[in-house]
């Protein structure tokens, strides 16, 4: 253990003056990835089954705590089906854009550590090139760390972008799954909630061109009653 170690610290050492910025780049990704990755993990919640979601619609303090408040903001006030579709959106609005921003932020810090790993292929050359136009008995000295410096420099720059990648895969995987969650959430809230909508909409109100009849969502105007004999 102790000689991986040291070997894992010769070969940063190795790598010069760029590795500092790549330490710091891989401390700034990592605690982003990992920070991104807790903030969409609901447990298993955005996978759970329509039955227990409508439980939770119909009784907001019996679900998680992570999604009552969600829930609770979404029924709150609600007047018509248009109000839910709008607090969903603002959900939508909120959170959802909040999490895109934080995903690109990710994907540039990944993006970047390979550029690190390049940057610092390209200062090896120049120390080996620079070597070789001096010349002189430490000519191979200096030619050789050029190189090592060039090669660590790009390979510990694939190997901090690596995991970065595949982290923020997995956030846009769990993204994916909130915002289909909030879609389907949207959906049983508006069945849930569509029979009292309906109840509070005035039976004298007359139809015009292009809207919803009232005979077509259950209600009978009283124009279209038969009159008695």
């Known amino acids: 253990m102790n000689e991986m170690i040291q070997q894992m610290w010769h070969s940063w050492s190795e790598g010069g003056?760029?590795?500092g910025a790549m330490a710091l780049l891989a401390v700034v990704m990592?605690?982003?990835?990992?920070?991104?990755?807790?903030?969409?993990?609901?447990?298993g919640l955005t996978k759970a089954g329509d039955t227990t979601v409508r439980g939770w619609v119909a009784r907001p303090e019996a679900a998680p705590q992570r999604i009552r408040e969600l829930i609770r903001y979404t029924q709150?006030?609600?007047?018509?089906?248009?109000?839910v579709?709008?607090?969903f959106r603002e959900v939508e609005a909120t959170k959802?854009?909040?999490v895109d921003r934080r995903i690109a932020f990710l994907n540039v810090l990944v993006i970047s550590a390979p550029l690190f790993g390049l940057l610092g292929t390209v200062l090896g050359m120049l120390l080996t090139f620079k070597a070789i136009g001096i010349g002189g008995s430490s000519t191979s000295d200096v030619v050789a760390k050029g190189i090592s410096e060039a090669l660590v420099a790009t390979q510990t720059g694939m190997m901090v972008a690596?995991?970065?990648?595949?982290m923020a895969t997995m956030a846009k995987r769990r993204r994916h799954e909130?915002?289909?969650f909030l879609a389907r959430l949207e959906g049983i809230t508006l069945r849930h909630f569509r029979p009292g909508f309906r109840r509070t909409i005035p039976a004298s109100v007359p139809a015009v061109s292009g809207e919803i009849q009232p005979e077509r969502i259950g209600i009978t105007s009283p124009q279209t009653q038969p009159v008695p004999a």
């Open 162 to 166: 690596i995991p970065g990648l595949i």
């Open 17 to 19: 003056l760029v590795m």
């Open 178 to 180: 909130y915002v289909a």
């Open 96 to 98: 959802v854009s909040d």
């Open 30 to 43: 990592y605690a982003t990835a990992v920070n991104l990755l807790t903030h969409l993990h609901y447990r």
């Open 76 to 83: 709150d006030d609600i007047r018509s089906a248009r109000d």
């Open 85 to 87: 579709e709008g607090r």
